[in-house]
């Protein structure tokens, strides 16, 4: 890349426009380029290099120029990328404004903010954490909401936060939903996918799970992802990542062996499960719980 637009797309987030191109590039050179891959549109005239990965910042500085503004706001699952809780993957970036987009994937909010609601991020506007979570618990469905919410509990936000932040979002779509959703927030969630099925076991009527419940056994602590201590339950999360490889099942049958040593009773919840047929995993604990419920009261 020649000097000029080098030190542009440097100061950019690795993006350059049509007209910056052509300051040191004709239009056939510009064409040939894209021909060949090298170069790659993000939005309307605005264009990365092959080799350079669209991140959040990327994407949200190819809209405003895309957009001709001197500063863009980044929101919803964009802004919760930059703040480091997003829960979705989407190949999606979200902005506030008023000009219409030109792109399927870049979606522009017409949503009133007030400057208090807005942070900074290396450099790119973006509204604040609060502000963010609040905006996702009330659009995103119920288990991503929760998730969302449980994510950045983790990195910080407080429960008193989210609520103050709340008031400013009353009769706004999904504002009942975010507020029943606060009262479920746990930071002890250490995934989404946990998040998600902690919500499904309470709407399903059972007893709040407690995340990450550590149960000492005669070979040391052993933490489950839920679990209802009072009656000696837990429920697992079998995530690919953790539960498949050469050792996984001779590592999960010895740790679950201690927990059955100790009276305990595991359950297991997958992503088709937990996404599809929540009964699956639900009806057993109910079951076991009432089970256990009896041999406590007939002691």
Same mark, same amino acid.
């Given at each position: 890349?020649?000097?000029?637009?080098? @030190?542009?797309?440097?100061?950019q987030?690795?993006?350059?426009?049509?007209a910056?191109?052509r300051?040191?590039?004709?239009r056939?050179?510009?064409?040939a380029?894209?021909?060949r891959g090298?170069w790659?549109?993000?939005?309307h005239?605005?264009?990365r290099e092959?080799?350079?990965?669209?991140?959040?910042e990327?994407? $949200?500085?190819?809209a405003r120029?895309?957009?001709?503004?001197?500063v863009?706001i980044a929101?919803?699952?964009t802004?919760?990328?930059?703040h480091?809780?997003?829960v979705?993957e989407?190949n999606?970036?979200?902005?506030?404004? $008023?000009?219409?987009?030109?792109?399927?994937h870049? $979606?522009?909010h017409?949503?009133?903010?007030d400057?208090?609601?807005v942070a900074?991020i290396n @450099?790119?506007s973006?509204?604040?954490p609060a502000r963010t979570?609040?905006?996702?618990?009330?659009?995103?469905?119920r288990m991503d909401?929760?998730?969302?919410?449980?994510?950045?509990?983790?990195?910080?936000?407080s429960?008193d936060?989210?609520r103050?932040e709340?008031t400013?979002?009353h009769r706004?779509?999904?504002f009942?939903?975010?507020?029943?959703?606060?009262?479920?927030v746990d930071? +002890?969630?250490?995934?989404p996918m946990e998040s +998600?099925?902690r919500l499904?076991?309470?709407?399903?009527g059972?007893?709040h799970?407690?995340?990450q419940?550590?149960?000492r056994?005669?070979?040391g602590?052993r933490?489950?992802?839920l679990?209802w201590?009072?009656?000696?339950?837990?429920l697992e999360?079998?995530?690919?990542?953790?539960?498949? @490889?050469m050792?996984?099942?001779?590592?999960?049958?010895?740790?679950?062996?201690h927990l059955a040593?100790?009276?305990?009773?595991i359950?297991y919840?997958?992503a088709l499960?937990?996404?599809?047929?929540?009964?699956?995993?639900?009806?057993?604990?109910?079951?076991?719980?009432?089970?256990? +419920?009896?041999?406590?009261?007939g +002691?």
């Open positions: 890349m020649r000097p000029q637009l080098e @030190g542009l797309r440097d100061k987030f690795g993006v350059f426009t049509t910056q191109a300051i040191e590039y004709t056939a050179e510009l064409r380029r894209l021909h090298e790659v549109p993000v939005f005239g605005v264009y092959a080799t350079v990965q669209p991140g959040p990327l994407r $949200v500085e190819a120029l895309s957009m001709g503004l001197p863009l929101a919803y699952d802004a919760a990328e930059l480091g809780f997003s979705v989407r999606t970036t979200h902005v506030l404004g $008023v000009q219409l987009s030109r792109s399927k870049l $979606v522009v017409q949503d009133r903010l400057p208090t609601q900074s @450099g790119v973006v509204t604040t979570t609040i905006d996702l618990a009330r659009t995103l469905n909401a929760l998730a969302t919410l449980d994510a950045a509990s983790r990195l910080g936000l429960s936060e989210l103050e709340l400013r979002h706004r779509r999904g009942r939903q975010a507020a029943g959703l606060i009262d479920l930071g +002890r969630a250490e995934s +998600r099925t499904r076991c309470i709407d399903a059972l007893p799970p407690q995340p419940l550590e149960v056994t005669p070979d602590p933490r489950l992802d679990g201590p009072e009656y000696r339950i837990g999360y079998d995530s690919v990542a953790w539960h498949t @490889g050792h996984a099942a001779a590592r999960d049958n010895v740790r679950h062996n040593t100790r009276g305990w009773t359950f919840a997958t499960t937990v996404l599809h047929q929540p009964e699956l995993f639900t009806h057993p604990i109910r079951q076991a719980i009432n089970r256990r +419920r009896v041999e406590s009261n +002691r």
